[in-house]
């Protein structure tokens, strides 16, 4: 949030919002537009650029009678420009000959006498070297419950690795495959790989749920014709006497056309990694519990050592 006030002023004088996009991603060397749209007719729209451990610094204002743009700090027309959109009431603020420099976020702001600045929500932008055609969307891989953690546990665990997607900005829900609650997930952090991001969900499922198909629901704006990828893992069938290592784990992608494409995974060799990945998390769990035991330890000496030194 750029200051209290702002949204303080904003349940003061509702009369004027201010709408913008949430994320714009420009290639860099080239320009990016971002628009303001408000809900009402104003004077001046001002913008703003916000870097991470700097405060706010304005860019510019345009008179919305299309006379003039001021711009501030010695700016050039050559790299930040602004114009009325299509709208009566909207901005577009062009930034031109992109650097790495010229992320963060943009804000556009706009007040008229007797009110307060109001700002719009802000328009992340995000400079990449990649080519806006290039794919970027998440490229899943999934994981099946290994047949130790059922033995042991009475669950299993749907693990869905996503990589090579750009931006970093992406939504992960878990559902049943026909039904509508959102179910309780887990998420590691995103983390950058060169120039893309990975990152991995899963989803524990109790015993009396493993007769049942499960998906991953998958929202990022790279997604092909900007639908939702949904990762649809098999059932576990615990009555089964077939082991399901031996069934071949899948996954299933939604495109815009519809049409679903399946990648055969080698069922043996995912039982393996599966089982692998288990007993490596269990080693690291029992080796974080005993370094937690062994620093209890040495603190409580240190203190019943320190309340000796005192008493003596």
Request: aromatic fraction near 8%; charge should be positive.
């Amino acid at each position: 949030m750029l200051c209290p006030l702002a949204f303080l002023c904003a349940l003061l004088f509702p009369a004027i919002s201010l709408e913008q996009p949430s994320m714009v991603v420009a290639q860099a060397g080239r320009s990016a537009t971002l628009w303001c749209k408000a809900s009402t007719k104003v004077s001046y729209i001002h913008w703003y650029h916000h870097q991470e451990g700097a405060a706010p610094k304005r860019l510019l204002r345009l008179d919305m009678s299309g006379k003039f743009v001021q711009r501030d700090g010695g700016l050039k027309a050559d790299k930040v420009n602004a114009k009325r959109g299509k709208g009566s009431n909207s901005c577009d603020l062009s930034v031109l000959k992109l650097e790495k420099s010229d992320e963060g976020v943009y804000y556009c702001a706009a007040w008229e006498a007797h009110s307060c600045t109001l700002f719009g929500a802000g328009t992340l932008l995000r400079v990449t070297a990649k080519s806006p055609d290039e794919d970027t969307s998440p490229k899943p891989t999934i994981f099946l419950p290994s047949i130790v953690e059922r033995k042991l546990h009475k669950a299993g665990t749907y693990l869905c690795l996503l990589e090579d997607f750009f931006p970093d900005v992406i939504k992960i829900d878990w559902k049943e495959k026909n039904g509508r609650v959102i179910l309780k997930s887990q998420q590691g952090d995103t983390m950058k790989t060169n120039d893309t991001y990975m990152k991995y969900t899963w989803l524990t499922v109790r015993e009396e749920s493993m007769g049942k198909e499960h998906k991953c629901i998958i929202k990022h704006e790279k997604n092909k014709g900007g639908v939702d990828q949904e990762i649809l893992f098999p059932s576990i069938n615990t009555e089964s006497s077939t082991p399901p290592s031996i069934t071949p784990a899948y996954f299933m992608s939604k495109n815009h056309s519809e049409t679903n494409r399946w990648l055969l995974l080698d069922p043996l060799q995912l039982q393996l990694v599966n089982t692998s990945a288990y007993y490596t998390y269990l080693l690291l769990f029992v080796k974080s519990m005993v370094y937690t035991v062994i620093t209890a330890i040495c603190l409580l000496g240190r203190a019943a050592l320190c309340d000796n030194g005192k008493s003596s």
